[in-house]
């Protein structure tokens, strides 16, 4: 037992010394190298955040801490340390086991804890997904016990420096009063000038405050305009809401007299440049007959929008309204009035992301096939590819028949078996949780050629394919369709995988098309994952404008892309064959738009501003797509 007055005392001091190891933890999210190469005013607005910040990312521990402490003082006279201590404990070994998966998060792929990685953790089938091994798992759970043992340890320092050192003399009396009155000061400092530079469109500020983790902005136009502050405009680009009016209109077709069967084959991570002959033999030699597309862009940097994209033929930005609504691709739609034979297989899951209440939704829940866990990604490939074969083998020949499959093999942590080794040497194992950006940075050669092996093991997944097909004289009337979600890219621009940002290595994937009859060929301008449905639909008898229901283009047609948009979560990109310009979706003039070449190319800062104003009308037409299938009436 201890008196309340020597509980809070330790309490301060272990908090204190909390707040010290998060500041230490968070160093490496905060740019200081940038701020301070831009001025004095935006490295002190960094030292401040990051000041400020360490005590705010406190403050749920310490406010569960001091209720309970409260709670226990009306009850004894003494307060019961046995009671307040395991809590103090708790809460701040979760508070700093948090801060330091961030920063992970943030080392290795750019990002912060946002609702992507929320649902990622609360979807079924969302940490399945990540592939983590055996090895991280365990990582994880020793990191998190050693995050509780330390907050003991400083437990036990804060218990020792009071009882046996004593508070030292240099100590002022109103220490920690003191401290509160500086945190409130710098908060407020450097709130009110991150509202001021917002207002008056300082980017260096506002863009800097985007890279402190879960920064809450503020803002103060109508005081400082009338204060007599220039206040400039706010952006025109924002993100229409509403509920789906999609398609426009009801879709019109005539089914064929002889419908094509289709063969969908999409893999997880299949970048750009990986097609070619070594790598991948058999799909090499498919592609020589058929069309290939070179410059061809994903809808985004991920699975979610990747797959969105491919099947719906719109921006990902209309994820979120297609989950609310349980809204199905019109593609499938057709397909089913049509009566098409369908069966879809996938080594993922169709739960995560949530294909099975958004583009899946209205296909017949027997027909979307999966495998349970226990089995690395490269056999539940073999598995699936075999009872595909089947359902073709077994289908009724008078129906036409649609099949889907997506692929797991080149996923990180990358699945091969031995015989699918190509490139040596390359690591056992990849753990997340050890990793930091200096191993990776100097491991990436080793890893990649662990990709290289996935890779050449999906190609022999795809020759069982393409050897049945030819066999069974299947392709004189089947269109096959192969393409990748998304890329994946190994550090060509600072980053390791994937969903971290709009790189080419990222977004772009192989595309190749067969469609029986048509000449060998290569496509080399735009494509776009949003050209898949309008290139199908008129194949189904599909008679309706493409505007309809896409926002993409026929590949068969004489009509060219000039540009392609990127949408996901809460980012968009502009891309033509001059410049990417990658933003928020509701972008504010405050807010710095990142401006490169086309294919990631750096630009000097004045090239980026003037790149930016001579393609404003072009964001606004990309900004009207995001909205064309919105009704922005009452539903």
């Known amino acids: 037992m201890q008196s309340p007055q020597q509980l809070r005392r330790i309490l301060s001091y272990f908090f204190l010394f909390t707040y010290l190891l998060l500041l230490w933890i968070n160093r490496y999210s905060v740019d200081f190298a940038t701020a301070s190469s831009l001025g004095a005013l935006t490295l002190g607005f960094t030292l401040a955040t990051w000041l400020t910040y360490g005590l705010l990312y406190l403050l749920p521990a310490l406010g569960l801490t001091l209720l309970a402490e409260r709670l226990v003082d009306r009850k004894h006279e003494t307060a019961n340390s046995w009671v307040i201590y395991p809590i103090a404990i708790c809460a701040s070994s979760l508070t700093t086991l948090f801060i330091y998966a961030n920063g992970k998060l943030h080392e290795l792929y750019g990002i ?13 089938g969302g940490l399945e997904s990540m592939g983590a091994s055996n090895a991280s798992n365990a990582t994880f759970a ?21 009882h046996k050192l004593g508070e030292p003399r240099w100590i002022p009396r109103h220490f920690f009063g003191g401290l509160l009155i500086a945190f409130v000061i710098t908060s407020l400092g450097e709130r009110t000038l991150y509202a001021y530079c917002e207002a008056t469109g300082n980017n260096a500020v506002t863009s800097l405050a985007q890279n402190v983790p879960f920064y809450l902005s503020v803002t103060a136009r109508g005081l400082l305009k009338k204060l007599g502050v220039h206040v400039q405009a706010k952006g025109q680009y924002h993100l229409a809401k509403g509920h789906l009016r999609y398609p426009l209109s009801p879709l019109k077709f005539t089914k064929p007299a002889k419908p094509y ?16 002959q070594e790598i991948m033999p058999n799909t090499w030699a498919f592609a020589q007959g058929a069309t290939r597309f070179l410059n061809h862009y994903s809808g985004g940097n991920g699975t979610r929008v990747g797959m969105f994209t491919l099947f719906t033929g719109i921006p990902g930005s209309y994820w979120f309204p297609f989950l609310d609504e ?64 089947k359902f073709i083998d077994q289908r009724d020949k008078n129906q036409p028949f649609f099949t889907f499959m997506f692929f797991e093999s080149p996923h990180a942590r990358y699945y091969f078996p031995p015989e699918s080794v190509i490139r040596t040497p390359y690591p056992d194992d990849i753990n997340y949780f050890t990793l930091s950006h200096e191993e990776l940075a100097s491991n990436i050669k080793l890893i990649k050629n662990r990709y290289i092996n996935s890779v050449h093991h999906l190609d022999s997944q795809f020759g069982r394919i393409f050897d049945y097909l030819k066999q069974n004289g299947l392709l004189d009337n089947t269109i096959v369709l192969m393409m990748g979600d998304h890329g994946e890219e190994f550090m060509e621009n600072g980053r390791w995988g994937h969903n971290s940002d709009f790189s080419d290595q990222q977004i772009r994937t192989p595309l190749v098309l067969w469609v029986p009859g048509m000449k060998p060929a290569t496509y080399e301008g735009i494509s776009s994952h949003m050209d898949m449905v309008p290139t199908l639909m008129p194949l189904l008898g599909v008679t309706n404008p493409t505007a309809d229901y896409s926002t993409g283009i026929n590949l068969l047609s004489k009509q060219a892309r000039q540009s392609t948009t990127i949408a996901e979560w809460q980012s968009a990109a502009y891309i033509d064959h001059d410049v990417k310009i990658s933003m928020p979706l509701n972008f504010l003039a405050s807010q710095q738009a990142h401006v490169t070449g086309s294919h990631d190319e750096p630009m000097p800062q004045k090239a980026q501003d003037a790149a930016f104003a001579s393609k404003t009308k072009n964001i606004v037409q990309m900004m009207q797509d995001l909205g064309r299938y919105i009704n922005k009436s009452p539903k």
């Open 261 to 276: 069967n289709i063969v969908w084959l999409t893999s997880e991570s299949w970048r750009a440049d990986i097609l070619d």
């Open 142 to 162: 020793g990191i998190a016990l050693g995050f509780v043992l330390l907050q003991v340890l400083l437990l036990a320092t804060a218990h020792f420096f009071y």
């Open 326 to 389: 349980h809204r199905g691709a019109a593609i499938i739609d057709v397909m089913k009035a049509e009566q098409y034979q369908m069966s879809f297989y996938t080594s993922a899951k169709f739960s995560y992301p949530e294909f099975d209440q958004t583009i899946f939704h209205n296909v017949p829940a027997e027909r979307l096939h999966t495998i349970p866990e226990g089995m690395p990604g490269w056999k539940k490939d073999q598995i699936n590819v075999t009872n595909l074969l």
């Open 112 to 124: 912060f804890v946002n609702s992507f990685v929320v649902n990622l953790l609360v979807t079924p």
